[in-house]
């Protein structure tokens, strides 16, 4: 109490000195050390009083001169959870927002107070992501694609660290145009580091990809999966922001994108070597979940463009490939008059000149077209093609007469699809 009744008569008894005191730095802070300061006076030595006014804890510490004033040495400003560095010799427990007063009885009395402020330092981000081969915690950089997975937030921040609870800090997370806060909770009483485990999820829906953020089993954010989204943690003015790896892959059509209704088309994944690839052909999902998956369309509902959606899997890394397959109808052959080609059926006169048309041929870049007469003695001859419009081909013109034709005999022309053994065409025409 008289150390009290002293402190109150140091700060409010003076009228008026030559000399000044102060506490510096000013605000103190927290965690942190402050001196005495006495300047403007004759004396060599002195001491100091300093009070915690919130709580009444006192320190009288000497002054000694240094560069023309008198100064006392360090005084660490810390918690009751605080370990004092070793060279510590006075120590003052404090809080944020307490007061501390310095008085001094030289000069008649001279004193000053100052505020405790939230601890002071450079605050740093960082991500780390799990490496289930090393068993820990490793540095995310920049500039490599972040792969789904653990991850760990960490904020080292010493202003967040106040009191000698466990406290939080915020950080905001987007991916894509979405965005949540997640407060990252503290490692320790008084540690000042701050961090909050994730787990980043890229799976399929539907026909698309989604990335997930999700934090102690409950889903924060959902969005769609699109190529160079990026993951993207911010704290204050710090941001770090990385891209999702994706897997680049492609599709391949065999024999090609266009085939005729009931013929075969084998899709292959290129680019990669897939763990797991889910097919959807048309928007249904398929059962295969291979690297391959064969197409046949047998009803007859042509043409139709057919679109197909691989989402590829290698390892935990997503990727998305699309393509269209267009079923088209069957090749059709007729025979036609070679001058006004117009359609022969039925029979025509020996010594015709004719040509074979065929329509519908577009899965086959390069077709070919046999002709030749029936009978034990049968002979035939391969054609010659001109592309009239887009999947119609006419023959070059040709008379019965070289085929050794006369009446009574049958002429027939043939088709044939190399891709595909159903797609055959076949066409007779009796000669009279």
């Known amino acids: 109490m008289k150390r009290l009744v002293l402190l109150g008569t140091l700060l409010v008894g003076t009228i008026a000195w030559a000399g000044t005191i102060q506490i510096s730095p000013s605000p103190v802070p927290l965690k942190g050390a402050f001196q005495v300061e006495v300047m403007g006076i004759q004396a060599e030595n002195g001491d100091a009083v300093v009070v915690n006014v919130n709580t009444g804890e006192l320190l009288r510490v000497p002054l000694k001169p240094e560069g023309g004033k008198l100064v006392s040495e360090e005084i660490y400003a ?146 769609e999966f699109v190529p160079g989204i990026t993951l993207k943690v911010t704290y204050g003015t710090l941001v770090l922001e990385h891209s999702l790896a994706q897997l680049e892959a492609g599709l391949s059509l065999e024999p090609g994108a266009r085939e005729d209704v009931g013929c075969p088309v084998r899709i292959l994944v290129t680019g990669a070597e897939p763990d797991e690839v889910v097919w959807y052909v048309a928007g249904m999902e398929q059962p295969e979940r291979g690297r391959e998956l064969r197409l046949i369309r047998g009803e007859p509902t042509y043409p139709e463009m057919v679109p197909i959606v691989a989402l590829i899997r290698q390892g935990t890394v997503w990727g998305k490939a699309e393509t269209w397959v267009s079923f088209v109808p069957p090749t059709e052959i007729s025979f036609v008059d070679a001058k006004t080609e117009e359609t022969i059926s039925g029979s025509c006169p020996c010594g015709r000149t004719l040509k074979v048309k065929l329509t519908c041929a577009y899965d086959d870049p390069m077709p070919r077209v046999w002709v030749g007469v029936l009978g034990p003695n049968c002979s035939s001859r391969a054609l010659s093609l001109v592309r009239q419009a887009d999947g119609e081909y006419l023959s070059e013109a040709f008379s019965t007469d070289e085929l050794s034709a006369c009446a009574g005999d049958v002429l027939w022309a043939q088709y044939k699809d190399p891709t595909c053994l159903e797609d055959v065409a076949y066409v007779l025409l009796i000669l009279r």
């Open 78 to 223: 810390l918690r009751d959870c605080d370990s004092p560095p070793e060279e510590a010799k006075y120590v003052l427990h404090v809080a944020v927002g307490q007061v501390i007063a310095a008085a001094t009885g030289l000069e008649d009395g001279l004193s000053a107070t100052s505020s405790v402020a939230p601890p002071q330092g450079p605050a740093a981000l960082s991500l780390y992501s799990w490496s289930g081969e090393r068993n820990t915690w490793c540095p995310q950089k920049a500039e490599d694609p972040l792969s789904p997975g653990k991850l760990l937030i960490q904020v080292d921040d010493p202003s967040g660290d106040v009191s000698c609870g466990e406290e939080s800090v915020p950080v905001v997370i987007s991916v894509g145009e979405e965005e949540l806060q997640l407060d990252l909770r503290e490692t320790g009483p008084a540690a000042g580091r701050f961090t909050a485990e994730v787990v980043l999820v890229v799976e399929p829906k539907a026909t698309n990809l989604v990335v997930k953020v999700v934090h102690q089993g409950s889903e924060l954010l959902s969005t």
